[in-house]
């Protein structure tokens, strides 16, 4: 717990100043999870709420990150996906492909190719079971640690580990037309 340090400074205000330094993590997740940019916005803006709403149950020297992003994932499969109904992975999977490298001098055929790709993982993700999917956000995009998303999900790592194992292979087997795999074709 944060104690009421020489300053004066509350522990509201500490975790204030130490939340604000994860502000972007926060928006790259909740945009995985969110469909819409507005969306997005009042997750953080949620999860900033009831951080400093319950500023006293943080443990000074823990991972802030990790205690953010699980409230921030309990807040919206606890209260905001009972009204939505939906877990993005448009927008996870484009805003993660626009992060690659691009090609200097992407030609009409490899744009196509990519765009092309792009729809094939959007709709994989969109076939997989949410369990995989949630640990696939959030350790392949969000990039979480396994004892950070363990914490979120609510589960042991190992649970992570192969919930994760069984959505990659799942990818696999959804992309594998395109990444070559002839094992995956063959089954």
Request: net charge negative.
């Amino acid at each position: 717990m944060f104690r009421e340090p020489k300053t004066g400074r509350s522990a509201r205000a500490m975790v204030a100043e130490e939340a604000l330094k994860h502000l972007d993590h926060l928006y790259r997740v909740a945009f995985h999870l969110a469909k819409d940019p507005a969306d997005t916005d009042d997750l953080v803006q949620e999860t900033f709420t009831r951080a400093l709403a319950g500023s006293e149950q943080f443990t000074s020297g823990s991972n802030i990150k990790a205690w953010l992003t699980r409230i921030l994932y309990n807040f919206f499969f606890d209260d905001y996906r009972r009204s939505k109904r939906w877990f993005s992975t448009e927008h996870a999977v484009e805003t993660s492909l626009e992060d690659r490298q691009a090609d200097p001098n992407p030609g009409p055929e490899s744009q196509a190719l990519k765009k092309e790709l792009d729809e094939q993982i959007i709709a994989g993700l969109r076939q997989m079971p949410e369990e995989f999917r949630a640990a696939m956000v959030l350790v392949d995009i969000g990039d979480l640690a396994y004892d950070e998303v363990a914490a979120i999900l609510s589960c042991p790592i190992g649970t992570v580990r192969s919930r994760l194992s069984r959505a990659r292979k799942l990818m696999r087997q959804y992309l594998s037309v395109y990444i070559g795999d002839k094992k995956e074709r063959a089954e």
